[in-house]
């Protein structure tokens, strides 16, 4: 199902009828791979690719040039509950949406897990399998369940003076 959905110049969405993106932003030149859910309000930036099976969910923000691998999952509830106090369905007051943001030039490996209010820096790379429960700063390279800095991408030098620069 694809609703409401605002996409970019030159924006792909392979297999249309196999994916499920609502009220959501795409940007120029993105692509977006079968299997994919993108929700309300998320917006993908300009060149993101979004590999198959992969979730995001309200309240995640991706800046230019992102990659996403297979399987990537986003979350946005820091305290999930399936009721409120007074026992009942929790409703959409009764929960605030933790934001995740993704800055330009970041890869998330295949099946890692993205927990609400976190931020990953430009150029960082999350390895596969990873769970990022805090900050992930410019070009670290993190790893693990929870994951940690294992590493600085070798390349995020060269991506940032060359942009400082212009």
């Known amino acids: 199902m694809i609703k409401g959905v605002t996409l970019g110049e030159g ?51 991706l800046e230019d040039a992102v990659f996403v691998g297979h399987g ?5 509830d820091k305290f999930p509950r399936a009721v409120n106090a007074a026992g009942e369905l929790q409703g959409t007051d009764d929960w605030s949406v933790s934001p995740v943001l993704v800055k330009s030039g970041a890869s998330i490996g295949s099946n890692a897990t993205i927990l609400g209010g976190v931020t990953i820096g430009r150029y960082a790379l999350v390895a596969a399998g990873a769970t990022v429960t805090r900050d992930v700063p410019d070009g670290a390279i993190v790893a ?10 070798p390349d995020v030098a060269s991506h940032i003076y060359s942009e400082l620069a212009s």
């Not at 249309?16 to 993108?38: H, K, M, W």
């Not at 990537?72 to 946005?76: D, G, I, Q």
């Not at 693990?144 to 991408?153: D, E, N, S």
């Open 72 to 76: 990537v999952m986003f979350t946005n």
């Open 11 to 61: 924006a792909v969405i392979y297999h249309p009828d196999l994916v499920n993106l609502y009220d959501c932003t795409i940007g120029a030149g993105s692509r977006i791979g079968t299997f994919v859910e993108i929700q309300r309000g998320v917006t993908v930036g300009e060149r993101c690719k979004i590999s198959s099976h992969s979730f995001l969910c309200e309240g995640v923000t």
């Open 144 to 153: 693990g369940v929870p994951a940690r800095i294992v590493g600085q991408a």
